[in-house]
DNA sequence: GTTTTACTTGTTATATCATAACAAAATTCT
DNA sequence: AGAATTTTGTTATGATATAACAAGTAAAAC
């Protein structure tokens, strides 16, 4: 499985990065008194293990081959508890959901989304963050949540093909 | 900075607005050799009347009331014609569409979302457009689309409302 | 250590968003 | 008019997400 892993631009030991998030969140969810159930627990490794968005159904399939439940409700509550502890992304203009790089520091998530490869690069720019609170402060709003999420080609994509499609 | 955005939260003559965006739709339309036939004309107008993100059925119910057909496609045709002209935004995490404010003008569309009233503004900052192509092109990232959609309090919801909801 | 409480999960049903596939009609081109 | 192209009608289904209520489980209070 290490093969699939064809995620960022940076090699890196996938299992290594999924045992890090792992950890992180139980440490996170212990200091927020927050449980991180079998499935809830199960959900996040299988996100990470994907190492591109996940759809709600194709993670409940997985879930279902392991025993869970088999019903939606499963995996959407798995889902917002995850997003709720910020441990998950949602993207929405793939309606997919990613783990969150930076649990642990309180961050923006941003993305960078090829459209061949469908892989996501998940950045996360401090200066863009602060000129979009000052830009929106200046029309009198108050900023909650960012979705920001970008496409086009990545480096290895814009390398290969021009007008080919995935 | 001068206060590019420039339809909300600004008082205006909302009619003067839709025909306004209905003429640009038309010239535009023209010039690219695309028919802006009678289904697509009303759904470009019906959108703008709600003046905030329409959905997909929404738009739809009110087309059938006015005799047009009412299944899906009939919809979903009209609003893929309506992004691809660039006349419309789709608000990917509100699964809504929104008329474009400046169609004519390449941009970007960039939101602010308002938790509580659901108003949304678009605004359009070339810097940050200009920041993001750079980072994203510092990782190798070719950028050709962006999700701008920035959710919290607008002015009058922050003033009015500090726990309440809509 | 049992009761009470809060939280989590199971289960059924349904709401909401979107597209595939093919037929019919209208428009444009020659 | 006839052919080619585009648009619309129609039926069916796929994909994403939540409501509502019952049952189970873990934590807190006693």
């Known amino acids: 499985m290490k093969h699939e892993d064809a995620h960022q631009h940076v090699h ?3 299992n290594d990065c999924i045992e890090s998030a792992l950890s992180t969140a139980e440490a996170l969810c212990i200091q927020q008194g927050q449980r991180l ?8 490794e299988l996100i990470w293990e994907s190492h591109r968005p ?4 194709q993670l409940l399939a ?11 409700p ?3 509550r798995a889902l917002d508890f995850l997003l709720g502890a910020g441990l998950i992304h949602k993207v929405e203009s793939m309606n997919a959901y990613l783990g969150c790089a930076h649990a642990d520091k ?7 989304i090829c459209d061949e490869c469908h892989n996501v690069m998940e950045f996360d ?14 029309q009198g709003f108050e900023l909650r949540a960012e979705t920001i999420e970008l496409t086009g080609l990545c480096e290895k994509c814009k390398g290969k093909s021009v007008g080919a499609s995935a």
């Open 54 to 57: 996940l759809g709600a159904y």
């Open 125 to 138: 720019y401090q200066d863009i963050h602060a000129a979009l609170v000052e830009k929106a402060a200046r």
């Open 37 to 44: 159930t079998k499935v809830r627990r199960r959900a996040l």
């Open 12 to 14: 890196h030991n996938h």
């Open 62 to 72: 997985k879930l279902a081959e392991e025993g869970f439940n088999s019903a939606p």
């Open 106 to 112: 309180a961050h923006k998530g941003y993305f960078l």
């Open 74 to 76: 499963t995996v959407y």
